[in-house]
C-alpha cells in the first residue's frame, strides 16, 4: 500500500490522494459508552482521555511502526496490518480495563478485518497529511469507518468484539496526557462541525471540497483552535490523578512536568527538553481538521464567521447534499500523545469545549431524524 502524502488539507478532500487498505488489515475501534450521559455530567476531559487510550495504547504497543488513527472525541480508530492483530487485541483489551478502572467509563472495542467491511458494501482508503517535517495525520475515506463503528454496536458484529478478561495486562499509556487548560477562544466561538455527504456512492464525493473552501472563504483567517496565546499549563498538572491511575510514578508526573514548565517558561534546554520551542510546535501538530469518512473541524472564529459558516451548511442541506452537526462553545479541550519531544514525536488531539464533537454528531443525527 503506497498511501500519497499531501502538504495541504485541502488536498485530502481529493479522492485521487486515497490508496485502498489492504484486505487483511483490520479496523481497531475504541468507542466510550454513554458519552453523551458523561459528557452531560461534565468529564469532558475524561471522555477525551477514554477515546484517546484506543490510539496511544495500540500506538505503543507497535513500537516502530507507523499506524493511521482517527480521534473522534469519544472514541479512537486505529488501522492494524494482520501481524499485528495480537498485539492490537490486547491493548483494546488493556485500555478497557484501565478506563473502567480509572475514569469509571465503559469502552465498547472491537477489531474487525477491513474484508468483512468490504462485504458490507464500504470501503477504507488512506492518505496522509503533513502536519510537520516529521509528523503527518492519517485521513480516512470510503464509509469504512462508520461501518466498523454500526458493526462494533451490533449483533451482526458480536464476534468482533473485545472484552478484557481476567488474564488482561493494563496497556502502556505511555505519553498520554491532558495537562492543559481548556483553550480559550481568541475569536469568540470554538466551532465543532461534522459534515456528511448525502452521496454514499463513491468514496470521497466532491461536495466535500466545494463546501472546505466555502467555509475557508467565511473566515478571515486561520483557525486553528491552539495558539501559543492561549496555551497554558499549571503545576501541579492538570489530569495529575488520571495519570497516576495509568500507573505513571510521580516523578514522572510531577516531576517531568515541572521540569517541562520550567522549560517552557524560561527558554531554557533541560535534558534536551527545550519548552519554548515545543510550544511553538504544538499549533501545527494538532488534528483539528480532518477527514474520517465526514469532514471533521474544531475552529477558532467569530460569532459572525461561525453563522456564516451554519448558513452554508444549510443551504447545502436543503439542496440535498449534506447533513451536518454543529456546537458552539467557548473554549476547546487538548489531549496529547507525546512519545518524544522531537519533532514529529508528538500529536495534540482536540475537541470542542462542553462535549464538542459528541455534541455535534448528537446535533448531526437529530437535524437528519427532522428531514425523514
Same mark, same amino acid.
Given at each position: ?10 488536498? &485530502? ?72 492483530? *495480537? ?20 469502552? /465498547? ?53 473485545? &472484552? ?17 487548560? *481548556? ?52 503545576? *501541579? *498538572? ?5 495519570? /497516576?491511575?495509568?500507573?505513571? &510514578? ?35 501538530h494538532s488534528d483539528y481538521r480532518k477527514f474520517a469518512d465526514s469532514l471533521r473541524m474544531v475552529i477558532d472564529c467569530s460569532t459572525r464567521e461561525a453563522d456564516g459558516i451554519e448558513s452554508i451548511l444549510r443551504d447545502s442541506r436543503g439542496a440535498g447534499l449534506i447533513d451536518f452537526g454543529l456546537h458552539r462553545a467557548s473554549t476547546a479541550l487538548m489531549t496529547c500523545f507525546v512519545s518524544s519531544t522531537d519533532n514529529g514525536g508528538h500529536v495534540h488531539f482536540i475537541d470542542g469545549g462542553d462535549g464538542g464533537y459528541a455534541m455535534a454528531a448528537q446535533d448531526l443525527k437529530t437535524q437528519s431524524k427532522t428531514q425523514i
Amino acid at each position: 500500500m503506497h498511501a500519497k502524502t499531501v502538504a495541504s488539507f485541502a488536498e &485530502t478532500l481529493d479522492p485521487a490522494s486515497y490508496a485502498r487498505v489492504p484486505d487483511d488489515w483490520l479496523v481497531a475501534v475504541g468507542d466510550v459508552a454513554q458519552s453523551t450521559v458523561a459528557i452531560q455530567a461534565g468529564r469532558y476531559k475524561d471522555v477525551n482521555l477514554a477515546g484517546a487510550a484506543t490510539i496511544v495504547g495500540i500506538l505503543n504497543a507497535c513500537p516502530g511502526r507507523d499506524l493511521p488513527f482517527a480521534f473522534g472525541g469519544d472514541g479512537g480508530i486505529v488501522l492494524v496490518p494482520s501481524d499485528l492483530e *495480537p498485539q492490537a487485541r490486547n491493548a483494546l483489551k488493556g485500555v478497557q480495563q484501565i478506563s473502567r478502572r480509572a475514569l469509571s467509563l465503559d469502552l /465498547r472495542c472491537a477489531l474487525m478485518p477491513i474484508a468483512a467491511i468490504r462485504a458490507e458494501g464500504r470501503d477504507v482508503r488512506l492518505a496522509y497529511q503533513t502536519l510537520a517535517p516529521k509528523r503527518k495525520l492519517a485521513m480516512m475515506s470510503g464509509g469504512g469507518l462508520d461501518c466498523a463503528e454500526i458493526l462494533a454496536k451490533s449483533a451482526k458484529g458480536a464476534s468482533f468484539v473485545v &472484552t478484557a478478561d481476567t488474564t488482561t495486562e493494563d496497556a502502556d499509556l505511555s505519553g498520554l496526557s491532558c495537562r492543559w487548560k *481548556p483553550l480559550e477562544s481568541q475569536r469568540g466561538v470554538m466551532l465543532s462541525a461534522i459534515i456528511r455527504a448525502k452521496d454514499d456512492t463513491t468514496s470521497l464525493p466532491a461536495i466535500y471540497r466545494a463546501i472546505y473552501d466555502q467555509i475557508q472563504s467565511a473566515l478571515a483567517r486561520d483557525a486553528c483552535p491552539v495558539a501559543l496565546s492561549n496555551l497554558n499549563a499549571t503545576w *501541579p *498538572p492538570r489530569g495529575s490523578a488520571q495519570e /497516576r491511575a495509568f500507573g505513571r &510514578t510521580l516523578f514522572e508526573v510531577y516531576g517531568q512536568s515541572l521540569l517541562g514548565l520550567i522549560s517552557e517558561k524560561t527558554g531554557i534546554t533541560i535534558g534536551g527538553f527545550n519548552g519554548q520551542n515545543y510550544l511553538r510546535a504544538l499549533p501545527s501538530h494538532s488534528d483539528y481538521r480532518k477527514f474520517a469518512d465526514s469532514l471533521r473541524m474544531v475552529i477558532d472564529c467569530s460569532t459572525r464567521e461561525a453563522d456564516g459558516i451554519e448558513s452554508i451548511l444549510r443551504d447545502s442541506r436543503g439542496a440535498g447534499l449534506i447533513d451536518f452537526g454543529l456546537h458552539r462553545a467557548s473554549t476547546a479541550l487538548m489531549t496529547c500523545f507525546v512519545s518524544s519531544t522531537d519533532n514529529g514525536g508528538h500529536v495534540h488531539f482536540i475537541d470542542g469545549g462542553d462535549g464538542g464533537y459528541a455534541m455535534a454528531a448528537q446535533d448531526l443525527k437529530t437535524q437528519s431524524k427532522t428531514q425523514i
